[in-house]
T-cell receptor, first 114, second 110 residues
């Protein structure tokens, strides 16, 4: 089974802190994604990566950066956390671009910024 | 991408089949229909996808109408663990991202 793991299930940080969210997949997938999910707004793509050291902005990249130094690991960085970044963060991976490849999601990290 | 329309919620009795409808009347020829579900406080889980033929796997069946404007996800024997929000998504071949709408909240009752 494909396994996507995220470093924390729940995280509480203070405004202005630098926050690292880590994601690891064990299936040698090329593509990895970071989404956030908010009530009423659905799932929104923050960044994705199609190869090591390669990244592309999604729909809402402002306030975030990413790092992919190894194929299996994709990190999301909040340079200076703000309260409007309180959300559920979901990492996903997929073996190829586009259909018909399904995305495999991690369990999510619920981040609260106070 | 084409948009989808799903009922807001539905109930299902445990052990019975659950039929979840989805309308995607503006779907184009190269777009696939995907279904995901999300159990409370967990990440989304892929269920099944199809282009135009009906599909079946160990979790569910997907029935796509001949004109491809609608589809039905069938959970053949619903269990309490199938209680979740179910998302119908239409996605083109080259599209790398997923967008979830509100989905259908399915509650399986004993």
């Amino acid at each position: 089974d494909v396994k996507v793991t995220q470093s924390s299930r729940y995280l509480v940080k203070r405004t202005g802190e630098k926050v690292f969210l880590e994601c690891v997949q064990d299936m040698d997938h090329e593509n990895m994604f970071w989404y956030r999910q908010d009530p009423g707004l659905g799932l929104r793509l923050i960044y994705f990566s199609y190869d090591v050291k390669m990244k592309e902005k999604g729909d809402i990249p402002e306030g975030y950066s990413v790092s992919r130094e190894k194929k299996e690991r994709f990190s999301l960085i909040l340079e200076s956390a703000s309260t409007n970044q309180t959300s559920m963060y979901l990492c996903a991976s997929t073996p190829g671009t586009g259909s018909p490849y399904e995305q495999y999601f991690g369990p999510g990290t619920r981040l609260t910024v106070t | 991408d084409a948009k989808t329309t799903q009922p807001t919620s539905m109930d299902c009795a445990e052990g019975r089949a659950a039929n979840l409808p989805c309308n995607h009347s503006t779907i184009s020829g190269n777009e696939y229909v995907y279904w995901y579900r999300q159990i409370h406080s967990q990440g989304p889980q892929y269920i099944i996808h199809g282009l135009k033929n009906n599909e079946t796997n160990e979790m569910a069946s997907l029935i796509i109408t001949e004109d491809r404007k609608s589809s039905t996800l069938i959970l053949p024997h619903a269990t309490l663990r199938d209680t979740a929000v179910y998302y119908c998504i239409v996605r083109s071949f080259n599209d790398y991202k997923l967008s979830f709408g509100a989905g259908t909240t399915v509650t399986v009752r004993a």
